[in-house]
Each structure stands twice: as structure tokens, then as C-alpha cells.
């Protein structure tokens, strides 16, 4: 919706600049509003559910489509066996690629902490963090025995 209204003010100068023909800044009001209503009347904008948007959009006479929440997913931990160790990795990117970190965590039958571990990766996929964090707990269970 933000291109509706760079586009009005782009038209606006060209029309100044070329055809020698000069708007009012109601004038531009109103036409970034109409292209901006006409935009949300195809359905196909959504608000990124911030205030700042929301008010924008009061404003404008827009009703606007918010955007559908995230599906929260209950996830359970299940202990080891008896005697065994359980290790649970993660790895993240911001962006493809991005900053990139990783971590685990090492716990007993009981749920006990026995060690964990985290790392910075500078750039990378998110994939790559994963593997990382699989690699270097290999290592680390590798060395502990």
C-alpha cells in the first residue's frame, strides 16, 4: 500500500515536471487514499498487526485484513533411557543467509542439565546452523566418551 502512495507523489511531480500541470496537496491526499481503498477492496494487503499500521489505516478510512496469527504447537520432551544421554540441538539464521547462531543441550534420565553448549556463526543459512549445532555436539559427546 506504501507503493499507492509513492506512486500519487511520483505522478504528482512528473505531472508538475512534464505536462506543466500543478496539484494541491489535498488533491494528493486524496488520490494516495483512493488507490490505497481501491488496493484493500482487491483483498489483498495484510497488516502486519502493529499499532502504528492499525492507526495509518483508521485514518485512511481502511479496514484492512490482519494478518493470521501464529499456530502455537505444543511439543513434549521425552527423557532417555536409564543410563543413556539425550541431546537436543537448534540452529537459526535472521535472513537466507543471515546471522546465524547455534545450541544444545545435554540432559540425563531425570531431565537433568549435564552440559550445553552455544555458538555464533557469523553468516550462514539456517541449515547450516542446524548441521552445526549437530556437528559440534557430536564433538562434545565424542570427547566426553
Known sequence: MMRAGFY???????SIRFRERHSTPDCLIHSIKSQIREIDSW???TMHNSVGELCTFNALGIKGKASRSHQIREVHWHAPSVFQVKVNT????????????????????LGN??????????????????????IHAASKAARKG
Open 8 to 14: 500519487s507523489i511520483w505522478d504528482a511531480r512528473n
Open 43 to 45: 483483498g489483498l494487503g
Open 90 to 109: 537448534d540452529g537459526a539464521a535472521r535472513g537466507t543467509p543471515g546471522l546465524a547462531g547455534f545450541g544444545g543441550i545435554f540432559r540425563d534420565h
Open 113 to 134: 542439565c549435564m552440559g550445553c553448549f552455544a555458538g555464533s556463526m557469523g553468516i550462514a543459512t539456517a541449515l547450516e546452523a542446524e548441521l552445526q549445532a549437530i
